[in-house]
């Protein structure tokens, strides 16, 4: 049945053209159309916190470019978020354990979830065996403002 279930949302993915990234959790791929620039730095999300549903990349997509351009790698402690900027800071919690990861990705894009973790961040949590858990995840750092690059002229 959950081999099915997955079969199921990777096709209905691909089918809707979201399979270019890393997407995330055991059942989806692609990326979302949130800007990486969404929230800017040192804003009042710093200290935010949410409470949802954390899944995991499956390991099949080691190396599949994730939203900010960078591979995936499930030995690093990286996750996708919907509208946190690229190189956040956020600490998720589960059950008296916690572990900090960096925001690269975009995702998750299953209704109710609140973020996509790397395996390694998911085994820190413990929730590999179950896939899908509650989670508080709180918002420790912003990355520093982008500035304008200034164009040369000829």
Same mark, same amino acid.
């Given at each position: ?12 993915? +691909? ?19 949130? +800007? ?52 956040? %800071? $956020?600490? $998720? ?20 979830? %609140? %973020? ?39």
């Amino acid at each position: 049945m959950l081999v099915r279930r997955l079969f199921q949302g990777l096709a209905l993915a +691909t089918l809707l053209g979201l399979s270019t990234g890393c997407g995330g959790g055991a059942e989806t791929t692609g990326r979302g159309a949130v +800007t990486p620039d969404a929230v800017s730095a040192g804003s009042a999300d710093a200290g935010r916190e949410e409470r949802g549903k954390a899944s995991y990349y499956a390991d099949k997509l080691k190396g599949r470019p994730t939203a900010s351009g960078e591979p995936y790698e499930p030995t690093e402690l990286t996750a996708a978020h919907k509208t946190l900027p690229f190189g956040a %800071i $956020v600490r $998720v919690e589960r059950e008296g354990h916690s572990v900090e990861v960096r925001i690269n990705d975009r995702g998750p894009h299953v209704r109710g979830r %609140i %973020i996509d973790l790397s395996r390694r961040a998911a085994e820190a949590l413990g929730i590999v065996r179950m896939g899908v858990a509650d989670v508080v995840l709180r918002v420790v750092s912003m990355p520093p403002p982008k500035t304008a690059k200034k164009k040369k002229r000829r």
